[in-house]
């Protein structure tokens, strides 16, 4: 896709731009504790979207920006206020959204769910210089579905209150660097905790690719000729193709698959159409925090939990700036954006 539509210069300078501006977050899974992104083997993420207003209200510079997960969750998996980044569009990214979408919008099938992409999720997979015991099959995104969708009595509803992705729209993908594998289930509507999966495929996300996440395949829909069961797709479990050419068991990594995957990297970037914003402070790239700051917009004040996880949060960081993690994940993170320059855009260092 890239290359089909020369747009490897303008990928290539939004993306390492993003890479080289990379903030890590303190995230909260579910039931679990703050953690570090970096540490995480979970993607690490940034989000950018697209600035709809900017003013000054006491000295201090705010951005009205586009956001994905704000009025329905976290912009990130449970990440804390002090962490939950949201930057607004460069000129480039901007470019690129909009040449992304022009392309798309040309394609008859594809027309009537493309809208106008305005967020963009930066992600990076890899091992991020942690030591792991398992390298080969670690997955990095849970299964789950963009989109979520209720039964209503007069059908099958989008409800906007769940979600802040514009309903019935596409999400397009562009990888860059290591391949990675992406497994979709479909999935028996109200089949309890233990999910009965009817089928599993998979799919590879080579450097240089555009992959579509449809909306259609999301909504509970009769799939089976006959049948009267409901089901829906859903996606994740997203991992690195292993680098060890002599590995036969995914399960099992030897010494030799961790020093080949040591440094695979993947970056993606993932573009939306949302429906919600959120009022971030220029200066910290977080939205305000303070009770006054909030007031004075407008805003709710934060929770108690939000206060609690912010205090840890504020702890976690300081912890990780210390004991040297930050460094080693900066480490790492130059040393795999070297390794795809090298690979993939046959990137040489000028001589002095």
């Known amino acids: 896709f890239i290359t089909d539509n020369n747009l490897h210069h303008l990928v290539a300078i939004v993306m390492f731009e993003a890479v080289s501006n990379f903030k890590v977050t303190v995230d909260f899974p579910t039931n679990g504790d703050g953690i570090i992104s970096s540490m995480r083997p979970a993607t690490a993420r940034n989000n950018y979207g697209l600035k709809l207003d900017e003013f000054d209200r006491n000295g201090t510079l705010y951005e009205e920006i586009v956001s994905y997960g704000n009025g329905c969750g976290a912009t990130s998996v449970g990440a804390t206020s002090i962490t939950n980044y949201l930057m607004s569009f460069t000129a480039e990214m901007n470019d690129l959204r909009n040449q992304v979408f022009s392309i798309l919008h040309n394609y008859q099938y594809l027309a009537p769910f493309v809208k106008e992409f305005n967020h963009c999720q930066i992600s990076i997979n890899g091992n991020k210089g942690m030591e792991r015991n398992?390298?080969?099959n670690t997955s990095q995104t849970g299964m789950h579905c963009d989109t979520v969708y209720s039964f209503h009595k007069h059908g099958i509803m989008c409800p906007l209150n769940n979600n802040s992705q514009a309903s019935n729209s596409i999400v397009a993908i562009v990888t860059v660097g290591h391949s990675r594998v992406i497994t979709f289930e479909r999935v028996a509507c109200n089949s309890g905790?233990?999910?009965?999966?009817?089928?599993?495929?998979?799919?590879?996300?080579?450097?240089?690719?555009?992959?579509i996440l449809h909306?259609?395949?999301e909504r509970p829909a009769l799939r089976d000729s006959g049948s009267t069961t409901l089901s829906y797709w859903r996606h994740?479990?997203?991992?690195?193709?292993?680098?060890?050419?002599k590995c036969k068991d995914k399960e099992k990594c030897t010494k030799a698959c961790h020093a080949a995957n040591e440094y695979a990297c993947s970056f993606s970037l993932a573009f939306r159409a949302c429906v919600h914003e959120r009022i971030i402070d220029v200066s910290t790239n977080v939205d305000p925090i303070s009770d006054e700051d909030r007031s004075c917009l407008d805003l709710s004040p934060l929770t108690d939990l939000q206060k609690e996880r912010n205090v840890i949060a504020s702890k976690k960081l300081y912890e990780y700036n210390t004991n040297g993690g930050s460094e080693n994940f900066k480490r790492w993170l130059l040393v795999a954006t070297k390794n795809i320059l090298n690979e993939y855009y046959n990137y040489t260092k000028p001589k002095h």
């Open 215 to 217: 909306p259609l395949d």
């Open 236 to 245: 994740g479990n997203v991992r690195l193709l292993c680098n060890n050419t």
């Open 193 to 211: 905790p233990d999910k009965t999966i009817l089928e599993r495929r998979y799919f590879v996300l080579p450097h240089g690719s555009l992959f």
């Open 134 to 136: 398992k390298t080969c």
